[in-house]
């Protein structure tokens, strides 16, 4: 059985929800607590300048261009080939106390790079394309690793 004594209360609550006014008017003092867009002008026209600022920024300095990866391939290749070389040609010198007068098989690690024996010692040679690099007996092998970093560093 359903108690009557909670029904009744129910019913009562339902009937007085019923003739309540629920208007959408806001009373005086909740008005002035509500927020405003005028409020939010300030912001709205800094945000808007700084946006616009970046956007003429960026019309007069565009964005840097990347460099070309593939010359950056070609020249590291042929550099560290180069360096590669001119390690296995001074290791030769010092065990055999001369000159390599040819290179042994898997030391020329690319057909881009080429040791030739001259008067003054010798030159390593490294060419591919439009990008030369010449290493000669003497020159330190360092360089030619240290070559990329600031040939990079400077684009």
């Known amino acids: 059985m359903v108690d009557s004594g909670n029904g009744n209360e129910l019913s009562e609550l339902i009937r007085l929800?019923?003739?309540?006014?629920?208007?959408?008017?806001?009373h005086e003092s909740e008005l002035a607590q509500a927020p405003h867009l005028i409020n939010h002008l300030p912001a709205f026209v800094i945000s808007w300048f700084f946006c616009l600022a970046v956007a003429v920024f960026f019309v007069i300095e565009p964005l840097p261009k990347q460099h070309d990866l593939g010359l950056r391939s070609v020249e590291t290749r042929v550099s560290v080939a180069m360096y590669h070389m001119a390690h296995r040609v001074e290791s030769y010198r010092k065990e055999m106390g001369a000159l390599p007068v040819y290179l042994e098989e898997g030391w020329q690690e690319s057909d881009d790079v080429q040791y030739e024996i001259t008067e003054a010692g010798y030159v390593i040679t490294g060419?591919?394309?439009e990008f030369e690099l010449i290493f000669r007996e003497g020159d330190d092998p360092e360089k030619l690793i240290h070559y990329l970093f600031h040939r990079f560093e400077s684009r």
């Open 17 to 26: 929800s019923a003739t309540e006014d629920f208007s959408a008017e806001l």
């Open 127 to 129: 060419r591919s394309g």
